[in-house]
């Protein structure tokens, strides 16, 4: 028995399988699309924990902290991680010995046979014992067990962090989204007024006999687009508004929130190097934690090509007179091993092996996709933020000088210079063009948002629990 613990001591040490290496993935130099991307300074301007405070909104920072509360998609990502986390602790507890404490109380006859010692009446057996078994764990497919666990359990936790990160994101970029359908409605209710006067204006002109008809109903044409216009913007941020309450936990018919304009200026918000992004994408994480599992698993299935040894022992009293249960004559003990190798198994152990390469592989392809596609993410809003920059700045131009056109217009009609269809075309590119402001400031907000959640929000891989 002690040659079976010192073996088992020496070999404690040893586990089949390959030990774990993060895979590599190609990382580039630096982000294409960094060139003429203005990086705030210092760098402790990076968003950390509450990003979007970069935004000075106070009520988007309110509903914020109701979807940690209330975002079911994140508590059903905080139930996965406690299943995760109880699967680490019952992987770990195959490390330790079993000890169940066992009581019984029989009665028992003997048959009464001719040839049997004759037994009269029924015997009474008391038993009370602790009964301890052990599978130490040579091979180490118990060990590996446990790091697939707790690599499991760690994915588990950037899973939940990635969870918390996208409905945050989708939630800013749903409000931003209905501050400009605010702002639009607000625009298309002085563009209905706007045209109400100009319809009002014709009809003088025309009961005064210096317009014609046709200007009248080309007015009126005009004022009713614009109103129905302005009806349809409600479908949209009646949509966004709903959309909201789902990302807070609420019934849509129990949530509302204010008109109010779009006020909001464009933080600056640092990037990094290409290489921070592997620790700071919860996603990107997850995906090297589930290799880290995936290679522990083909220690696990390795380690069944190995006999397995297990130890036993028992230790307790039996008597058939409860007043002498814990009488020392009473008491028994029993201590003992085994061991089973499997023969034939018709190559089981040799396909779950492969099934666990196989399985790592995949990770593996998982992990340097979700890589590659951290990077096309930050690329794609650095390219949108930059160019949107320079559209808004052009569009901005563009605004004033179409409303300086409707103006100018609007005098030329009045003084009979110009007919009332060009009074018309002026207006209608005056509103589209406003809209066409208000939509890139929207896109950019969006994209803003974007470029957060692709470098992570403010997330560390330190942030990973560990035991």
């Known amino acids: 028995m002690k040659k079976a613990l010192l073996i088992a001591a020496l070999l404690g040490g040893c586990a089949v399988g ?65 299943q995760a ?3 680490a602790d019952q992987a770990r507890s195959g490390l330790y010995p079993s000890v169940s404490a066992n009581g019984t109380l029989t009665r028992s006859k003997q048959p009464s ?83 109400a006067r100009t319809l009002e204006m014709t009809r003088n002109r025309y009961t005064a006999g210096v317009a014609a008809r046709v200007d009248v109903v080309q007015a009126e044409v005009q004022w009713k ?7 349809d913007i409600a479908v949209e941020r009646g949509q966004l508004e709903h959309a909201i309450a789902l990302l807070v936990g609420d019934a849509p018919a129990s949530f509302a929130i204010e008109r109010k304009p779009l006020a909001l200026g464009m933080p600056q918000i640092p990037v990094g190097m290409p290489s921070e992004l592997l620790e700071r994408r919860p996603d990107v994480a997850s995906a090297e934690r589930n290799v880290a599992a995936a290679n522990a698993r083909i220690g696990v299935a390795k380690a069944a090509y190995f006999p397995a040894i297990t130890l036993n022992g028992a230790v307790g009293y039996r008597t058939t007179n409860i007043a002498d249960i814990f009488a ?16 034939f198994d018709a190559g089981l152990r040799k396909a779950q092996t492969a099934q666990a390469i196989a399985a ?10 979700t890589v590659l596609t951290g990077f096309q993410e930050v690329e794609d809003n650095l390219v949108a933020l930059r160019v949107l920059e320079e559209e808004a700045r052009l569009q901005d131009e563009v605004v004033q000088a179409a409303r300086q056109a409707v103006e100018l217009t609007t005098n030329q009609y009045r003084a009979g210079v110009v007919s ?48």
């Open 18 to 82: 390959p030990d774990y290496k993060r895979p590599e993935a190609e990382i580039p130099m630096q982000f294409k699309e960094m060139q003429g991307w203005r990086v705030a300074t210092p760098a402790d301007a990076a968003p950390r924990g509450s990003w979007w405070a970069m935004f000075g909104d106070a009520e988007l920072d309110a509903l914020m902290a109701r979807v940690d509360l209330s975002n079911q998609t994140i508590r059903g990502a905080e139930a996965r991680f406690r």
């Open 113 to 195: 046979l001719p040839n049997a010692p004759s037994v009269t009446g029924a015997v009474t057996n008391y038993n009370a014992s602790l009964n301890a078994s052990w599978e130490p764990d040579l091979w180490g497919g118990v060990r590996r067990a446990v790091e697939s666990g707790d690599a499991g359990w760690q994915a588990s936790a950037a899973d939940l962090e990635a969870a918390r990160l996208s409905a945050r994101a989708t939630l800013a970029q749903s409000y931003f989204a209905l501050r400009v359908a605010d702002s639009n409605r607000q625009l298309l209710e002085d563009t209905v007024a706007a045209y």
């Open 360 to 369: 790592y592989d995949e990770q593996v392809a998982n992990y340097r996709q």
């Open 85 to 87: 986390s109880a699967l």
């Open 225 to 231: 687009s614009a109103q129905a216009q302005l009806i």
């Open 420 to 467: 009332y269809l060009n009074v018309i075309q002026a207006q209608a590119t005056q509103l589209a063009n406003e809209r066409t402001a208000a939509s890139i400031l929207g896109r950019r907000l969006t994209a803003s948002v974007g470029l957060v959640r692709a470098v992570g929000g403010g997330w560390t891989a330190e942030a990973l629990p560990q035991r």
């Open 328 to 343: 020392l004559p009473s008491r028994f003990w029993s201590i003992g091993g085994s061991i089973a190798q499997a023969v």
